[in-house]
């Protein structure tokens, strides 16, 4: 099952509602799927095995992915914010690509010497141009290209059945009422921007569009669209938070917010809900490898932890919640066997919806199914999933592992801190030594000796920052995550990195 499917189904069962747009002058669940069927012909015409998105957010991109599942091709949408020589090196692993550009970015592209049309050219060919008659058939639906905070980007092969599998599991056919708008402010390029796509189209919901993010013209989209539903990335949330400056937002019609893609530092978490005190937040947990999101905090476990005098309970607000249905998570030690209840390891997940395949590599895989995500966490004894980070980022000092999450988690709690980041720095004694880049609230005062003391009266002095700095920003990707590597260059060299 292809997930042009899903459109089709939607296009069958509410096919004269709004699928992408205002309620005036949007387009109809019946037209995104002619239009799709006649984007799918302009993409066999040109004889191209892959399509390449490299655009804003907006109707181009929904009528890209179901034409090209119908044509059977992938779809990659790429980063626009990459430099001309990283473009053109992802670009260059595809197979024979036909590149679908915004207008503003065809000067960059016309110069790579592959075929291209502007997305508004695209659109116009699809409306004018007879629909395929049977999709094509093709395993591969889309790849998506890894954010590469620390190791060059992989190309992550997700193929129709992760695709379906995702969207079937977590979603009911035509579920959403005719009332229901979702506001889309992640990138195209983002696991979720294409996640989004498919999984409002099965539920029959309207979507609008925020091609570029900032905090004042989402509340005014969410207000004059009726959105009753939206997600964003930490930085996202952090942004409207701050413009809010302590009052309420004035949402009515906002009933959920998800939130994901990264790390939420709680006291951010706290000021959000006490923000939109009448709106359900969502935490979402995903990676691009698992075709989005594998474990879901919901509405009512964020008021349970709120409203608990439990510790075990309230702490769950730090955690990513369970695992969404048809997903399996062990966490397993460095010896391979799987830990009990509230010890940390690495987390490996399972099923169908999980990829874990990149081009040239292969399935990632163990023969049992499983990926190793690289994560690391616990769960507590109700199947709460607690992410204390990156393999990667794990500090090893004099023999012992530190999850900087532990520390940031206690930094943030100072009254004069905002944001921070803990890294682990060469050390010729320990090994690595703990340090820490923090970012004071505005007009706050903190001395580095002060914090040290404070973090050490709630966590053992093993994990006290050895190192701290403060830095006017920390650095982060345009997906909010944060670049810990660069925080690393930037120590050693003595210097804050340019947050430009």
Not at 71 to 76: H, K, L, N, R
Not at 319 to 347: C, M, Q, T
């Amino acid at each position: 099952m292809g997930i042009e499917v899903l459109l089709d189904l939607a296009a069958s069962m509410c096919g004269d509602r709004i699928a992408i747009g205002s309620r005036q002058d949007g387009v109809t669940f019946d037209r995104l799927n002619e239009l799709s069927s006649g984007g799918a012909t302009v993409i066999q015409d040109s004889g191209a095995k892959h399509v390449a998105f490299v655009g804003l957010n907006g109707p181009a991109l929904s009528v890209a992915v179901f034409a090209s599942a119908k044509a059977g091709v992938p779809v990659t949408p790429l980063n626009y914010r990459l430099s001309d020589e990283q473009l053109t090196e992802l670009i260059d692993t595809l197979e024979r690509p036909l590149i679908l550009s915004d207008a503003a970015f065809l000067p960059r592209i016309d110069a790579w010497g592959h075929q291209v049309l502007a997305t508004e050219e695209f659109l116009a060919k699809a409306a004018s141009t007879p629909g395929v008659g049977v999709p094509q058939e093709a395993d591969v639906a889309v790849v998506l290209f890894t954010s590469g905070t620390t190791s060059k980007p992989k190309g992550v092969v997700l193929r129709h059945d992760n695709l379906t599998s995702y969207s079937l599991q977590t979603v009911e056919m035509a579920g959403a009422d005719e009332t229901e708008c979702a506001l889309i402010s992640v990138p195209p390029y983002h696991v979720a921007g294409v996640a989004t796509v498919l999984t409002n189209t099965y539920a029959g919901r309207r979507v609008v569009h925020l091609p570029e993010f900032d905090p004042q013209r989402w509340l005014e989209v969410v207000r004059t669209e009726g959105v009753t539903s939206a997600m964003v990335v930490p930085t996202m949330l952090a942004r409207i938070v701050d413009h809010l400056g302590g009052e309420r937002a004035d949402v009515p019609s906002l009933r959920s917010l998800a939130y994901g893609g990264a790390r939420l530092p709680r006291p951010v978490l706290e000021k959000a809900l006490a923000a939109f005190p009448d709106t359900g937040f969502i935490n979402a947990y995903g990676l691009t490898e698992t075709s989005s999101t594998i474990a879901v905090l919901g509405p009512d476990d964020h008021r349970a932890a709120v409203d608990s005098t439990d510790e075990q309970v309230r702490a769950r607000l730090g955690s990513a919640g369970r695992a969404v249905p048809g997903i399996e998570f062990a966490i397993r030690g460095d010896d391979g066997h799987v830990r009990p209840a509230n010890e940390p390891g690495d987390l490996w997940v399972r099923g169908a919806q999980v990829s874990g395949e990149y081009v040239g590599l292969g399935s990632m895989l163990d023969p049992e199914g499983w990926f190793p995500t690289r994560d690391r966490g616990w769960l507590d004894d109700e199947g709460y999933l607690f992410i204390e980070g990156r393999t990667d980022d794990t500090i090893i000092r004099g023999g012992e592992n530190v999850a900087p999450a532990e520390i940031e988690d206690v930094l943030v709690r100072h009254p004069a801190i905002k944001e921070a980041a803990v890294v682990g720095v060469p050390d010729d004694e320990w090994g690595e030594r703990i340090a820490a880049a923090v970012v004071l609230e505005s007009g706050a005062k903190a001395d580095a000796g002060e914090i040290r003391e404070w973090t050490r009266g709630q966590l053992r002095g093993s994990k006290t920052p050895d190192t701290i700095v403060f830095w006017p920003e920390l650095p982060y990707n345009q997906l909010g995550k944060l670049l810990r590597r660069d925080i690393v260059s930037a120590l050693l060299a003595g210097v804050a990195p340019d947050v430009s």
